[in-house]
């Protein structure tokens, strides 16, 4: 279980720099059709059942309260 747990982790972890690196570039280029693809698709899987799954596994959770991604869940 333990190596699930961590490719979790990872998945989720890459997920929120992803999610980040395209909100920064769209606070510099509102317009960058690749960061407004990536970002839609990053709060498309967070909202997923996929993603619900892996919150059962891991407590994905604290990773995105702690990078203010997810603040009221």
Avoid at 1 to 12: C, D, E, F, P
Avoid at 33 to 55: P, R
Wanted: aromatic share 10%; glycine share 2%; net charge positive.
């Amino acid at each position: 279980m333990r190596a699930y747990r961590l490719l979790v982790a990872g998945i989720t972890v890459r997920a929120v720099e992803d999610y980040k690196k395209a909100l920064k570039q769209l606070e510099s280029n509102p317009a960058y059709e690749d960061a407004i693809k990536t970002k839609k698709e990053i709060e498309a899987f967070f909202e997923s059942d996929w993603f619900k799954f892996l919150c059962e596994i891991n407590d994905v959770s604290r990773i995105l309260k702690k990078e203010n991604i997810l603040n009221d869940k």
